[in-house]
């Protein structure tokens, strides 16, 4: 299956070891430099619907700012209670400066 990458900001837009949120088709995502790579993640927690965005990021970790919950950003999974279940992971790629995430639907999980 081909996916279907759509054009969401500039790689300039984000710095290392930085965050941004962005809405994509309808849904807000969490878009995290770290390494020279790019990762995205749904930005609200799965615990209580904390917006990842506000919270710390630190060493590839995201932290809700609600209840402490944490996440890794490169991959999803929910790091640390009171968060059981991870949020989902988008895939990324960068084309000549821009950064591209493919829909949930065309992705293989």
């Known amino acids: 299956m081909t996916s279907r990458f759509t054009r969401v900001c500039n790689a300039d837009d984000i710095d290392e070891g930085?965050?941004?949120v962005l809405d994509f088709d309808g849904t807000s995502v969490l878009i995290a430099r770290l390494g020279g790579e790019f990762f995205a993640i749904d930005n609200i927690c799965s615990h209580d619907g904390g917006d990842l965005g506000?919270?710390?990021l630190v060493?590839?970790?995201?932290?809700?700012?609600r209840h402490g919950a944490m996440f890794d950003?490169?991959?999803g999974e929910a790091t640390r209670m009171p968060a059981a279940v991870g949020v989902d992971r988008?895939?990324?790629?960068v084309e000549n400066?821009?950064?591209y995430i493919?829909?949930?639907e065309e992705q293989h999980r």
């Not at 060493?59 to 700012?65: A, H, N, S, V, Y």
């Open 18 to 20: 930085a965050a941004k």
């Open 54 to 56: 506000e919270g710390e």
């Open 59 to 65: 060493d590839g970790q995201i932290e809700c700012p």
């Open 73 to 75: 950003i490169r991959t």
């Open 90 to 93: 988008y895939d990324v790629k």
């Open 97 to 99: 400066g821009f950064v």
């Open 102 to 104: 493919a829909a949930l």
